[in-house]
């Protein structure tokens, strides 16, 4: 998942590793660093400023979430479940036995909600 602005961020290799979990202050894409909220260091001006860190360094613990961001994830986990060897995401989310087909994984009316009228309750197993 690639770090945006905001996600919380926790540095696990380096000078600055175990430190307390911060906020991605600036990410940026031409140094490839990321600057953290609470990784400063004093200049010899007694200047406070953002000690620039390699993404790789670090471990997200906090994605901020958005519209976009929400759509990337759930796109990745259809494409998971297909790589898995599961034939649909409808078989994973609602049991459907692999013996049963459902052409275009969808109802008759274009929703999933449909399928769950249409399944034979005979071959379904029992929920766990």
């Given at each position: 998942?690639?770090?945006?602005?905001?996600d919380e961020v926790q540095v696990v290799r380096g000078h600055?590793?175990?430190?307390?979990?911060?906020?991605?202050?600036?990410?940026y894409r031409k140094k490839f660093v990321i600057y953290i909220e609470r990784i400063q260091r004093?200049?010899?001006?007694?200047?406070?400023?953002?000690?620039g860190i390699d993404p790789s360094k670090t471990v997200i613990v906090k994605l901020k979430m958005d519209k976009d961001r929400k759509k990337i994830i759930d796109r990745r986990g259809k494409g998971?479940?297909?790589?898995?060897?599961?034939?649909?995401?409808l078989q994973y989310e609602y049991n459907v036995p692999k013996n049963y087909r459902v052409s275009?994984?969808?109802?008759?009316?274009?929703?999933?909600?449909?399928?769950?009228?249409?399944?034979?309750?005979?071959?379904?197993p029992e929920s766990q």
């Open positions: 998942m690639p770090i945006r602005k905001d600055y590793k175990g430190q307390q979990v911060g906020k991605v202050v600036q990410v004093e200049k010899a001006n007694s200047a406070n400023v953002y000690v998971r479940l297909a790589a898995l060897g599961h034939h649909s995401l275009k994984g969808l109802g008759p009316s274009g929703s999933t909600q449909d399928l769950n009228q249409n399944l034979p309750d005979q071959n379904l």
